[in-house]
């Protein structure tokens, strides 16, 4: 299941997509605690699925973190990313790419989600919603791909 449709079908069945409302409803722990060097992590530890989130970041931040950990949480349960990332040399960044795009696919699921900044341009808007253009971009164009088929 790809990540738009994976969102999809939690914004269905929750009827939310806070990404703390999501833990809560799926019974996940949220753990804000000081981290240093990483926004967040997520951990499946003896049947409990466990979701680190660095502190000290704005709440806007921490909303997109807890988003993402739920991304890596419901699409690679059984992949230790850090030990791949810390102890191999595979590449990990298609599992942060899903993450991420699970994330802002969750976090903005409405084309009307982006009204207010209709008159910005995508580095503006991307800075504003804490995100890197190229997420930006996709999602834009998620929401384009949606609409043609509507």
């Not at 914004?11 to 804000?32: G, H, M, R, S, W």
């Not at 997420?135 to 998620?142: A, G, K, N």
Request: with cysteine.
């Amino acid at each position: 299941m790809n990540e738009m449709a994976l969102v999809d079908k939690l914004i269905k069945k929750y009827k939310t997509n806070n990404p703390f409302e999501l833990c809560d409803a799926l019974d996940y722990i949220v753990l804000q605690v000081p981290l240093t060097g990483v926004r967040g992590f997520y951990q499946y530890y003896k049947s409990n699925n466990l979701v680190y989130i660095n502190l000290d970041l704005p709440d806007q931040v921490k909303k997109f973190v807890c988003a993402h950990e739920i991304g890596h949480a419901l699409m690679h349960r059984n992949t230790n990313t850090i030990y791949l990332d810390t102890r191999t040399f595979l590449k990990t960044s298609v599992y942060e790419r899903q993450a991420n795009q699970f994330a802002i696919n969750l976090l903005y699921p409405h084309d009307a989600d982006f009204d207010e900044y209709r008159d910005c341009t995508i580095s503006q808007t991307a800075k504003c919603l804490n995100v890197s253009e190229e997420l930006l971009e996709y999602r834009l164009h998620e929401i384009k791909n949606w609409m043609q088929g509507q």
